[in-house]
C-alpha cells in the first residue's frame, strides 16, 4: 500500500491514527467534513462530506487504500444515519471500486451485534443483532462490503471496534476495550495481507472478561498487546458510580441497547 485514505480524520480514532500512522505508509490522506484543528503542514487533507458523491470521488481518486472511519458514530436521528452511515458508506464503496482502490478497511461497531446478551459469547458468524440504527448502518456497511469483495474483487476488513480508548472506562469495557495500537494492528492487516477478501474481526484488547471469540483476527496473525484486567480496579470503581441499567446492563451493546427500548421486559430467555 502505498496511497491511504483514512476518512473520518477529526473524530476521536482519526485523530489517534495521524500520529500512529505515521511513516506506516509512504502518502496519507486524511478526509472528513472539517479539517482538523491540528493539521501540519505538509499533511495530504481533502475536504469531503460522504453524502456527496463527487466530494467523495475527489477525496479517492488516486488511492490504493481506504481506512473508513468517517460517518456518525453514536446513535441518532434516521436522517442523519442514512446521510452519513448509509448513503456515504455506498458513496465510499463506489467512489472506490470506480478508482481502483484495491482495499478497505470498514470501521465497524460491536452495536451490529448489540442485542445478544453478555452471558452468550459469539463468533462473526453469529447473524447481526443491531442495537440501534447505528449498529443497523454497520451492519449495512459489513454487508456491502461483502458485495464490493465478492463481485468486485476489493479487499474488504470489516473491524467490529468495542471501545477504542487507553484504558477501559467502565465493566462493559472490560469485556470490549481495545487499545489504539491494537487497532492499528487490525487495520494494518486489512491493508496489507494477502489472503483478505472480505474479513470481519471483532476490535477488541486481549480481554480476559471478553464475549466474543477472534478467532478470525488470530488466524490473519493479530496479537492483541492490551490487557482490560491491568485496568480493572479503575474501570470497577467507574462502574459503582453509575445508575444499574436493567436493559443495557444485561446486553451486550449497553447503553444503545437502553435507549428507546419498548421490547419484552423478560430479559430470561433471550
Ligand atoms: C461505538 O461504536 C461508538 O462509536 C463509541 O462512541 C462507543 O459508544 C462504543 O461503540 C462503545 O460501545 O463503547
Given at each position: 500500500?502505498?496511497n491511504v485514505?483514512?476518512?473520518?480524520a477529526?473524530?476521536?480514532?482519526?485523530?489517534?491514527?495521524r500520529v500512529?500512522l505515521k511513516g506506516?505508509y509512504p502518502h496519507l490522506r486524511w478526509?472528513?467534513?472539517?479539517s482538523p484543528?491540528d493539521l501540519a503542514a505538509g499533511e495530504d487533507f481533502v475536504?469531503?462530506?460522504?453524502?456527496?458523491?463527487?466530494?467523495?470521488?475527489?477525496?479517492?481518486?488516486?488511492?490504493?487504500?481506504?481506512?473508513?472511519?468517517?460517518?456518525?458514530?453514536?446513535?441518532?436521528?434516521?436522517?442523519?444515519?442514512?446521510?452519513?452511515?448509509?448513503?456515504?458508506?455506498?458513496?465510499?464503496?463506489?467512489?472506490?471500486?470506480?478508482?481502483?482502490?484495491?482495499?478497505?478497511?470498514?470501521?465497524?461497531?460491536?452495536?451490529?451485534?448489540?442485542?445478544?446478551?453478555?452471558?452468550?459469547?459469539?463468533?462473526?458468524?453469529?447473524?447481526?443483532?443491531?442495537?440501534?440504527?447505528?449498529?443497523?448502518?454497520?451492519?449495512?456497511?459489513?454487508?456491502?462490503?461483502?458485495?464490493?469483495?465478492?463481485?468486485?474483487?476489493?479487499?474488504?476488513?470489516?473491524?467490529?471496534?468495542?471501545?477504542?480508548?487507553?484504558?477501559?472506562?467502565?465493566?462493559?469495557?472490560?469485556?470490549?476495550?481495545?487499545?489504539?495500537?491494537?487497532?492499528?494492528?487490525?487495520?494494518?492487516?486489512?491493508?496489507?495481507?494477502?489472503?483478505?477478501?472480505?474479513?470481519?474481526?471483532?476490535?477488541?484488547?486481549?480481554?480476559?472478561?471478553?464475549?466474543?471469540?477472534?478467532?478470525?483476527?488470530?488466524?490473519?496473525?493479530?496479537?492483541?498487546?492490551?490487557?482490560?484486567?491491568?485496568?480493572?480496579?479503575?474501570?470497577?470503581?467507574?462502574?459503582?458510580?453509575?445508575?444499574?441499567?436493567?436493559?443495557?446492563?444485561?446486553?451486550?451493546?449497553?447503553?444503545?441497547?437502553?435507549?428507546?427500548?419498548?421490547?419484552?421486559?423478560?430479559?430470561?430467555?433471550?
Amino acid at each position: 500500500m502505498k496511497n491511504v485514505l483514512v476518512t473520518g480524520a477529526s473524530g476521536g480514532i482519526g485523530t489517534r491514527l495521524r500520529v500512529l500512522l505515521k511513516g506506516v505508509y509512504p502518502h496519507l490522506r486524511w478526509s472528513d467534513l472539517k479539517s482538523p484543528p491540528d493539521l501540519a503542514a505538509g499533511e495530504d487533507f481533502v475536504r469531503a462530506d460522504l453524502a456527496d458523491m463527487g466530494q467523495v470521488e475527489t477525496a479517492v481518486a488516486g488511492i490504493d487504500g481506504i481506512v473508513h472511519l468517517g460517518g456518525f458514530s453514536v446513535e441518532g436521528p434516521w436522517d442523519t444515519i442514512l446521510n452519513a452511515n448509509i448513503i456515504g458508506c455506498y458513496n465510499l464503496f463506489e467512489a472506490a471500486r470506480r478508482a481502483g482502490v484495491k482495499r478497505i478497511v470498514f470501521a465497524s461497531s460491536n452495536h451490529a451485534v448489540g442485542f445478544y446478551p453478555r452471558r452468550r459469547r459469539i463468533g462473526t458468524d453469529a447473524p447481526v443483532r443491531p442495537d440501534s440504527r447505528y449498529g443497523v448502518s454497520k451492519a449495512f456497511g459489513e454487508a456491502l462490503g461483502a458485495l464490493y469483495a465478492f463481485k468486485h474483487g476489493l479487499a474488504v476488513t470489516c473491524i467490529r471496534i468495542g471501545n477504542f480508548g487507553d484504558a477501559p472506562i467502565d465493566e462493559r469495557r472490560l469485556s470490549i476495550w481495545i487499545k489504539p495500537e491494537d487497532l492499528v494492528q487490525l487495520i494494518r492487516i486489512g491493508l496489507e495481507h494477502p489472503k483478505i477478501r472480505h474479513e470481519i474481526f471483532f476490535g477488541t484488547s486481549d480481554n480476559v472478561r471478553g464475549w466474543w471469540d477472534n478467532e478470525a483476527a488470530f488466524r490473519f496473525g493479530y496479537r492483541p498487546q492490551g490487557r482490560s484486567e491491568d485496568h480493572r480496579d479503575a474501570a470497577l470503581a467507574a462502574q459503582a458510580k453509575l445508575a444499574p441499567d436493567r436493559i443495557g446492563d444485561w446486553y451486550q451493546g449497553g447503553t444503545f441497547c437502553g435507549a428507546e427500548y419498548d421490547g419484552d421486559p423478560d430479559l430470561s430467555w433471550v
